[in-house]
């Protein structure tokens, strides 16, 4: 881990923050309440050298999905911090808000999803069917549990939206 970077909640772990989805000891879960996106990891890491294997528990959280370590003043996937989260925006297209969340959520791995949600019309029934599609493929090719993610972050979003 760079010192210098920060740890930002992916959509993994804004969902555990919200509802305990996957059921985080309460240890992990405090040490993913502090990854803020602000604190360097360095910082971090002094603050929680009380913390039994805290360095070893947050690699796990960034492993498994929950935070992604980005340069100060982004967002998961490279994001600068200055674009709009998807669904912060009311002008944002369904098809565009699916778009920025698989690039929060798959960071690195997310450029064959985008291209398939990029090929379907902006109606809901089209990004249904793709949702789909993209999620059969994230499980089969990236990751079981970010498929899992994907499905749940997208299903909702596009609630949302309705």
């Known amino acids: 881990m760079d010192p210098s970077q920060v740890l930002v909640k992916t959509s993994k772990g804004v969902e555990e923050m919200k509802h305990r989805s996957f059921g985080l ?19 971090l890491l002094s603050k929680t050298a009380q913390i039994p294997k805290a360095e070893e528990t947050l690699n796990w959280l960034m492993n498994e999905g929950f935070v992604e370590a980005v ?14 989260a998807a669904a912060s925006g009311s002008k944002v ?4 808000a699916l778009i920025a969340m698989t690039r929060e959520l798959l960071g690195a791995d997310a450029a064959k999803v985008i291209q398939r949600l990029e ?8 990004l249904l069917a793709a949702v789909e599609r993209c999620h059969k493929f994230i499980k089969l090719t990236i990751d079981e549990g970010k498929a ?6 997208s299903h909702a979003l596009l609630a949302e939206m309705n």
């Open 25 to 43: 000891p309460q240890t992990t879960r405090a040490l993913l309440i502090m990854a803020d996106g602000v604190t360097p990891i360095g910082t």
């Open 71 to 84: 340069m100060p003043g982004q967002r998961p996937g490279g994001v600068p911090a200055s674009v709009p």
């Open 93 to 96: 297209s369904g098809k565009q």
């Open 119 to 126: 090929d379907v019309h902006d109606a809901r029934p089209d």
């Open 148 to 153: 899992h993610s994907f499905l749940k972050a």
